[in-house]
């Protein structure tokens, strides 16, 4: 028989509530012959408060030993900005490779946008998960003092780069409007933009046909609103995706859907699947938030891991769920209903 | 008798005819006792082309003069991306030292938006101008090779930070809603981050009539389309301003309507004034570009050097444009049309 052998990290806020909902509906829909085994990490605010730690090495020894992680959300507001984050988060992005970091988003039928005309979006970005201006890299001298100076250093590297690229185009080639749009500001971040779009459009001539196409960061913010069933693909930076990946959810239905996956496409490390949506501790506890946009990564989790027809059926099950919502459902439903009602719907 | 004494750089592409409207609306709306006197000076592509040249030291000097630079837009894509920003625009910016890069926005009655509901916007991003990622630091090693390694440095200095903001405060504590938000991503990019939400805070005891307020760049986007009307002052980085500026202007009927402000706010070097638009090479010479973005910068210009009364009767003959404008009148008028009417209202 088979097994899931799952790592679990609820975190912060809302964390604890939406990764409940996201464990119910994957065990709704797993084949039966498939044994599920999940053990929690207890790592976020509480522990730093506790502890001081944020991820201990021999936390981060054994999550390696598991087929996956699903997190909830990390990040509180008495913790230092910037403590978990660094410290939990994408500590575990760059640890375990996650070079894509993929985000889908599509406008549901029957989901609230802020665009009018309802345009028809269905994009994928695949945003670089482990270079860029994540990298920790830089300082600050005199800091506090009128004479304070600090840096940010963005790094990229040629080998980090082409893989996403190359990540990016398989996707785009696998998909029926096989378009490709590398976003960048290679007019002014002339160094790390000029390798992107070079090694771009080298890359690209193995995929002859995959249509492609370069917008600055700032133009693209403008598509995103006016145009964005203009975008089949995306392939951009880590710091410009999480600018428009945050853009994308809040067009496509709000961040209460937006799903997302930390891929490391080589299996040398357990992948990590999260909601877009942070702790949100203003609604913690309350039964309020939005489960969807975790039980939509576990379905790209559940790709990942080869189950596509599981994958398919949360989905599907999403699909449905949202179209029957009608604007004030959601708000009347309990992070717990809405669970229930995925999870008999992938189970039937 | 008082005297205008204004450099022009009309650029590339729509540059040169956008620019013509704004110095006949200049002229139109001018006090009869202003002496306004032109310079124009050939910068951009086709000098590119021609003598290799950017923007030569004699030039800059010259430019040093003037009261106040009106400019078109720069930008080929005949020219190598980034040299024309760099060696040109971005070279007046930081030669002149432009740290208040000001950009208003502004959701005018009967104007076109993406955003269903039509949410009351009117808000303004003071951009920092003169650090952050823009400076030009960083390199490439291996340049071209799959092992090569490029660099981008964000510097940012308290010095030049607590100048922006307290130009950002001044401006809040002038406007009827007193509220500033300070947008960066402090949690990632922790040391200048950091820097920057210390110096806001601090500098935010000196204004206890400003309400303000803290938003990480992800977030600020999702705001701009669900919930504009929640912003009067913005102050940022040079690389978030300038990414949320193009988001402002496609929210508030596109960067057709998108004035700018490049302002020393010490008087040490004339201040520059320009569309947020681009060169827009594909419909250059047509008659085809709205020339209101840079009749907007032309107010800007106005109020910079004084002449308020003038600047406000731009500003209300633009709103009377665009209330009469149907949707399609905007692009069934020619460039030329447009700045006629404005000059006409304005003269009135
Ligand atoms: C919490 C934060 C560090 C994170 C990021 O910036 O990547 C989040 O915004 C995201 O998009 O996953
Ligand atoms: C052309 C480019 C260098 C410029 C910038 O990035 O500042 C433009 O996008 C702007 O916003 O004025």
Same mark, same amino acid.
């Given at each position: 028989s088979r097994s899931l052998n799952l790592a679990v990290i609820p975190g912060d806020g809302i964390g604890q509530e939406v990764v409940a909902q996201g464990l119910k509906v994957l065990s709704a829909v797993l084949p039966q012959d498939v044994k599920l085994e999940t053990k929690e990490y207890d790592l976020g605010a509480s522990r730093w408060h506790r502890t001081g730690e944020t991820l201990p090495d021999a936390e981060l020894e054994a999550l390696k030993g598991h087929d996956a992680i699903l997190l909830g959300a990390i990040g509180d507001p008495t913790v230092p900005s910037g403590v978990l984050e660094r410290g939990l988060l994408l500590k575990l992005r760059f640890a375990f490779d996650h070079y894509v970091n993929l985000r889908p988003s599509k406008l549901f039928p029957n989901t609230a946008t802020p665009?009018?005309?309802?345009p028809d979006i269905d994009f994928v970005v695949v945003r670089e998960g482990?270079?860029?201006?994540?990298?920790g890299n830089g300082g600050s001298l !005199?800091?506090?003092?009128?004479a304070e100076v600090a840096t940010e250093v963005s790094l990229n590297t040629a080998y980090g780069v082409e893989r996403v690229v190359r990540d990016a185009y398989e996707r785009a080639n696998s998909r029926p409007r096989k378009k490709l749009t590398l976003v960048h500001k290679n007019n002014v971040l002339v160094y790390a933009g000029h390798m992107w779009k070079n090694i771009f459009d080298r890359v690209g001539q193995e995929y002859p046909d995959v249509a492609i196409d370069y917008l600055h960061v700032d133009a693209a913010t403008i598509f995103f609103v006016?145009?964005?069933? !203009?975008?089949?693909v995306i392939v951009t930076d880590n710091l410009f995706g999480d600018i428009l990946t945050d853009l994308a959810a809040a067009v496509t239905g &709000?961040? &209460?859907l937006a799903a997302s996956a930390n891929i490391n496409?080589?299996?040398t490390f357990p992948s990590m699947f999260e909601p877009v949506h942070g702790s949100a501790p203003d609604i913690a506890g309350q039964g309020k938030a939005d489960p969807t946009a975790t039980i939509l990564s576990v379905a790209l989790l559940l790709r990942h891991l080869g189950f596509d027809a599981e994958a398919v059926r949360v989905e599907e099950a999403v699909a449905a769920d949202l179209a029957g919502r009608d604007g004030t459902a959601a708000t009347a439903r309990t992070t717990d209903q809405i669970g229930d009602a995925l999870a008999v719907r992938v189970a039937s």
């Open positions: 665009l009018a005309g309802r482990t270079e860029g201006p994540y990298t !005199r800091t506090g003092t009128p006016t145009q964005p069933d !203009r975008f089949d &709000g961040i &209460g496409p080589d299996r």
